[in-house]
């Protein structure tokens, strides 16, 4: 893409629009539609997203309103998102996992008086909010009653009107790039959810920035997983291919992910840690039911990746023999089993949203899939990005093109440039507590090399104070006890206390299997196995491993084991699926009291 006409892309809009006259005929979506492959070119989409738009202005939808958008990933999320762009609005995306009271905190606070759900059930969560009952409602799919609008039905009625096309896209054309285009609310982790204005100049740079750091044009191919109100997700697997015409196949959730990433021919996935453990917990356990020959001949495989990704980093390369060696391996091994976890046409992967595993990423190395971490905010998209050609596993690399880095005297990270929000909507205190002379205080702890590549050590919010004085990030040991297979998730504890107490939620299925294994009795359900003396001294055996290698006061001296897992819909779990440390506290206190009143 020609980057001089790129910097007179201004909107999200004018930024499709550019795209459809460059690559009209190209696909843009790719879904599954009643277990049928479909597609839309951009010049189809273009066809929809005016008709939409005429729709929603004939509805009094105007430059400045907000629009909500309550559904999981969709053709119609990004319509309806394009459509709300052409008119100058904002849209307020909201996670589809969220209880009506959440819901309605998000309309109420941003405003919205329109709002596109995905079904009847999210749309019963709009009309269950009473105040909120005027707000207009444009389904998505299945049945709808009473005044709720059908999203076909508003495009099958919308008609055609040129004339109506030209005055709104002129309208349009005065829109600023610092008009604020989005509210994206933060995942609630530290309190309420604030509603983080983007413009359209921050939710454009990235995909601008990327373009400079690695290679991407209109044949990639971008498997969208993440929802789109991640604003990871938004910047780099919705507006980035947006931007230089790629193709973006919308995944299914979940269950459909594995054959996904087998079957769609991806060339870019962007995704959260979690995920990528979860490959690489998938492709050992498939290795471990080997016959004992080919279990060793793949284990070996594995290990002579892994000499070879750190012979890359190192600088010096792998050496002939380790050449050879790893492209035997290569043709034995590792290409049947990146085949089997990204596909044939998987370029690299991207890792956000929190701190990648160095075993997964160093996995990943090892089949011969690069895999890149990152580090953004809701409030500053992306901040810094490791490069294909200078990937360091356990940075999350260098400042984006445009944007700066410095560590404060207290070891916090603070950033500026393009992508910074304008502010947190209705919130001016919260601003100026988080947004100093343009720079952005972001609440985690880091450094830098020499060589500019950021660490993420912690956040500051979390640094736990133990009683003798001593600070403890918690978020490094949980994610090293989350390494052992039957440590599902694990939240440290300890302010003023003599030492660290976890909350552990087990790995129930295969706790299980092991304590079968070891001749113990089938338990009735969870409650009872916390209960059992041999799974804690199981899961305590396991942290004492994982600590080896820490102070005696990053140890953790008590546990609890919790008979189910956090969730969202307990308000444990951020939308994200981030741990809401205050909420768990309260939740938890007896436990907590117990193993800290000491």
């Known amino acids: 893409m020609d980057k001089t006409d790129d910097r007179d892309v201004t909107t999200v809009y004018r930024a499709f629009r550019r795209t459809v006259s460059l690559h009209s005929d190209r696909p843009a979506l790719r879904f599954k539609r009643n277990r049928a492959e479909a597609r839309i070119t951009y010049g189809q989409m273009a066809e929809q997203v005016a008709a939409l738009r005429r729709a929603m202005h004939a509805m009094g939808v105007a430059r400045g ?43 109420k606070d941003s405003g919205a008086r329109f709002v596109f759900t995905e079904d009847e059930r999210q749309s019963e969560k709009v009309r269950s909010l009473g105040d909120a009952a005027s707000i207009k409602i444009c389904q998505f799919s299945g049945p709808v009653s009473g005044d709720i609008s059908s999203f076909d039905t508003i495009l099958e009625n919308a008609g055609s ?118 490959m690489r ?57 990146r085949r089997r976890l990204t596909g044939r046409c998987m370029r690299f992967l991207v890792s956000g949203g929190a701190p990648l595993h160095r075993d997964t990423g160093y996995f990943m190395a090892s089949i011969g899939t690069t895999i890149l971490e990152g580090y953004g905010l809701t409030e500053f998209p992306v901040i810094s990005l490791n490069r294909p050609n200078d990937n360091r596993i356990g940075t999350v690399g260098t400042a984006l093109p445009g944007v700066e880095i410095r560590i404060s005297e207290n070891g916090e990270i603070q950033a500026r440039g393009p992508s910074l929000m304008m502010g947190y909507h209705n919130r001016p205190e919260d601003t100026a507590a988080i947004i100093e002379d343009g720079w952005l205080k972001s609440g985690d702890v880091g450094s830098l090399d020499a060589d500019g590549r950021l660490r993420i050590t912690d956040r500051i919010k979390d640094i736990i104070v133990l009683g003798s004085g001593k600070n403890v990030a918690p978020q490094p040991i949980e994610a090293l006890l989350r390494r052992s297979p039957f440590i599902s998730e694990a939240v440290l504890f300890g302010d003023g206390s003599v030492g660290l107490v976890g909350l552990i939620v087990p790995d129930f299925d295969r706790l299980k299997a092991h304590l079968r294994s070891r001749g113990h009795p089938d338990c009735a359900g969870n409650e009872e196995l916390v209960g059992q003396p041999a799974a804690v001294k199981v899961i305590k055996d396991e942290i004492a491993a994982a600590s080896a290698e820490l102070a005696d006061y990053e140890r953790v001296k008590d546990i609890r084991l919790l008979p189910r897992p956090f969730t969202i819909e307990t308000g444990e779990l951020t939308p994200t699926m981030k741990t809401r440390r205050r909420i768990i506290a309260e939740r938890y206190a007896a436990q907590l009291n117990a193993m800290t009143r000491r």
């Open 161 to 278: 009107d040129t004339d109506l096309d030209s005055r709104l896209d002129a309208e349009e054309g005065t829109v600023s790039p610092d008009a604020v285009a989005t509210f994206i609310y933060t995942s609630g982790t530290t309190g309420s959810p604030k509603g983080a204005m983007l413009s359209h100049r921050a939710l454009l740079h990235t995909g601008r920035a990327a373009q400079e750091i690695v290679t991407v044009d209109e044949r990639d191919v971008f498997l969208s997983f993440l929802p789109l109100c991640h604003v990871v997700e938004r910047v780099g697997g919705y507006y980035l291919p947006l931007q230089i015409g790629a193709e973006i196949v919308i995944s299914q959730g979940p269950i459909a992910l594995a054959a996904e990433l087998a079957e769609a021919d991806a060339t870019i996935f962007i995704c959260v840690p979690r995920v990528f453990d979860l």
């Open 65 to 107: 309103d907000r629009v909500a958008i309550l559904a999981y990933n969709r053709p119609e999320w990004i319509i309806a998102d394009l459509a709300i762009q052409g008119l100058g609005a904002i849209d307020v995306p909201i996670y589809h996992t969220l209880p009506a009271s959440q819901v309605g905190h998000y309309l």
């Open 281 to 337: 917990e998938r492709a050992l356990e498939a290795i471990a039911q080997l016959p004992p020959l080919r279990r060793r001949i793949a284990n070996l495989a594995l290990t002579i990746g892994r000499r070879r990704a750190s012979a890359n980093e190192a600088g010096g390369g792998p050496g002939m023999a380790l050449s050879c060696a790893y492209a035997l391996a290569g043709r034995l091994v590792l290409r049947t089993v």
